[in-house]
Nanobody, 120 residues
């Protein structure tokens, strides 16, 4: 299972960005998909995740500003980020808890990370 993230970039405070992450490979099942972020000098933290059935969970710091969604037909998860703040600056990592055909076991998979910079 491979995860390819895109959509990062530079945006001014108050602006918006949309991240996308597509899963590919011999996927048997995708359970939870989500986004984590890691700012310089800080630990990686959960931003949001969405379960196969559609239930979502958000970090308190992004509630009301970020929206996670997924397109199961495309094995893709999205993160719409609005009202961005300088403290949202980080590398954002896509995550999937998935079962591959090869192993038939669930495990975490990670994308390569995409940089989001919020600055004027």
């Amino acid at each position: 299972v491979q995860l390819q993230a895109s959509g990062g970039g530079l945006v001014q405070p108050g602006g918006s960005l949309r991240l996308s992450c597509a899963a590919s490979g011999t996927i048997f099942s995708l359970n939870t998909m989500g986004w984590y972020r890691q700012a310089p000098g800080r630990q990686r933290e959960l931003v949001a995740h969405i379960i196969d059935g559609g239930s979502t969970n958000y970090a308190d710091s992004v509630k009301g500003r970020f929206t996670i969604s997924r397109d199961n037909a495309k094995n893709t998860v999205y993160l719409q980020m609005n009202s961005l703040r300088p403290e949202d600056t980080a590398v954002y990592y896509c995550n999937a808890y998935a079962k591959s055909v090869a192993t038939m076991m669930y495990r975490d998979y990670w994308g390569q990370g995409t940089l989001v910079t919020v600055s004027s």
